[in-house]
């Protein structure tokens, strides 16, 4: 079945440091991807997507590319804030078949 | 813009009660779905609609029920409820014609049972 695995956290940086968090994922077919953030007590927001190869989405300074060849979507902003602390979840979806598929969530926490 | 509205925002029932949480989509979106998030956990598929007919069915305990009504809204109807349901239930929203696989989540039912 589809599966989504995502770099583990939970993961510290210093404001205005470079982020990345890693996705990759297993499906049939061409899913689409997504990233989604949860803040503190709060639910799910969409953050970006992309929905065939090579699309990049991107949104309040993140961005991520859908990789065909390495079936990768990595998470990267290249100057954090504090306030982008929140636990961040990969995600996919796939035609005919909508049902989110999540990855285990990677918690950041940034640092003034 | 409008959100996905959930009710209530927090409950906490006692072991083998029943409980039912209500989820109102954005207006015009024709599909539903629910999701349950344990304690740390990431969010896992339970049920989803569309155009009330049941569209796909995950995880879901045969004691949870749920239904869409012909406003569009949704119900999860849980019963005898076991303390392992303690957890957030996400309702998330989404419209064929804007791209049906973006879903958009309301804020959860934070679950307790003691």
């Known amino acids: 079945g589809d599966s989504v695995t995502q770099m583990e956290g939970p993961v510290t940086l210093s404001e205005e440091a470079f982020l990345t968090i890693n996705c990759t994922y297993t499906a049939t077919g061409y899913p689409s991807l997504f990233w989604y953030v949860q803040y503190p007590g709060e639910g799910l927001q969409l953050l970006l997507k992309a929905t065939k190869a090579d699309d990049k989405g991107s949104n309040k300074g993140f961005e991520a590319t859908y990789r065909k060849e390495t079936t990768s979507f990595h998470l990267e902003k290249g100057s954090v804030q504090v306030s982008d602390s929140a636990v961040y979840f990969c995600?996919?979806?796939?035609?005919?078949?909508?049902?989110?598929?999540f990855g285990t969530g990677t918690r950041l926490t940034i640092i003034p | 813009a409008a959100g996905v509205i959930q009710s209530p925002r927090h409950l906490i029932k006692e072991k083998r009660e029943t409980a039912t949480l209500k989820c109102y989509p954005i207006?015009?979106?024709?599909?539903v779905y629910w999701y349950q998030q344990g304690p740390g956990q990431d969010p896992q598929f339970l049920i989803s609609?569309?155009?009330?007919?049941?569209?796909d069915k995950g995880s879901i305990p045969d004691r949870f029920s749920a239904q869409q009504f012909s406003d569009y809204h949704s119900e999860l109807n849980m019963s005898s409820l076991e303390l392992g349901d303690s957890a957030l239930y996400f309702c998330?929203?989404?419209?064929?014609?804007?791209?049906?696989?973006?879903?958009?989540f309301g804020p959860g039912t934070r679950l307790l049972v003691l």
């Open positions: 609609f569309y155009e009330k007919m049941q569209s």
């Open positions: 207006p015009r979106h024709d599909t």
């Open positions: 998330a929203s989404s419209s064929t014609g804007q791209g049906r696989e973006t879903q958009y």
């Open positions: 995600a996919l979806s796939n035609f005919g078949n909508e049902k989110l598929t």
